[in-house]
């Protein structure tokens, strides 16, 4: 039947198109980006790389952190957190990215973790704590 005709002919059309598709996009055209990619060398490490990566560290980084300039092993925001939640590493990656590295960590009793609080208490009135779309930024 005609009916029958025009579905066969409308789904053989569709399987070329998609066919032809696949040859002209590339599957990632499809996939959202989850992070923006991060211009860095391979080479490069943070000076706190294989070091106590402990809240004083990453306030040094923290201070030190121009979010005008690009993302850097150096060049970061170590308290923010990408869209899974989680912490960058001393190197600015974070876990799933393939050069994050687990960091080594300090202790994690009680009082330390109270003082922690504080200490992120007083950050978190910094202008620049919670920026986005600067180019040092994740996001």
Same mark, same amino acid.
């Given at each position: 039947?005609?009916?029958?005709?025009?579905?066969?002919?409308?789904?053989?059309?569709?399987?070329?198109?998609?066919?032809?598709?696949?040859?002209?996009?590339?599957?990632?055209?499809?996939?959202?980006?989850?992070?923006?990619?991060?211009?860095?060398?391979?080479?490069?490490?943070?000076?706190?790389? %294989?070091?106590? @990566? &402990?809240?004083?560290?990453?306030?040094?980084?923290?201070? $030190?952190?121009?979010?005008?300039? =690009?993302?850097?092993?150096?060049?970061?925001?170590?308290?923010?957190?990408?869209?899974?939640?989680?912490?960058?590493?001393?190197?600015?990656?974070?876990?799933?990215?393939?050069?994050?590295?687990?960091?080594?960590?300090? %202790?994690?009793? @009680? &009082?330390?973790?109270?003082?922690?609080?504080?200490?992120? $208490?007083?950050?978190?009135?910094? =202008?620049?704590?919670?920026?986005?779309?600067?180019?040092?930024?994740?996001?």
């Amino acid at each position: 039947s005609r009916s029958t005709t025009t579905t066969y002919l409308t789904m053989k059309f569709a399987a070329i198109l998609a066919a032809a598709l696949a040859l002209i996009v590339p599957a990632s055209a499809f996939v959202p980006s989850l992070s923006r990619a991060l211009p860095r060398s391979a080479a490069l490490k943070s000076r706190f790389d %294989d070091q106590l @990566w &402990d809240i004083n560290a990453m306030t040094e980084i923290f201070n $030190e952190w121009n979010p005008d300039l =690009p993302r850097t092993e150096d060049n970061f925001n170590p308290f923010e957190r990408n869209r899974d939640g989680n912490q960058a590493d001393p190197n600015g990656w974070y876990p799933g990215d393939a050069k994050y590295k687990d960091p080594k960590r300090g %202790d994690a009793t @009680w &009082d330390l973790m109270v003082k922690e609080r504080e200490m992120m $208490e007083e950050l978190a009135k910094n =202008p620049k704590f919670g920026l986005t779309g600067k180019p040092g930024c994740l996001m």
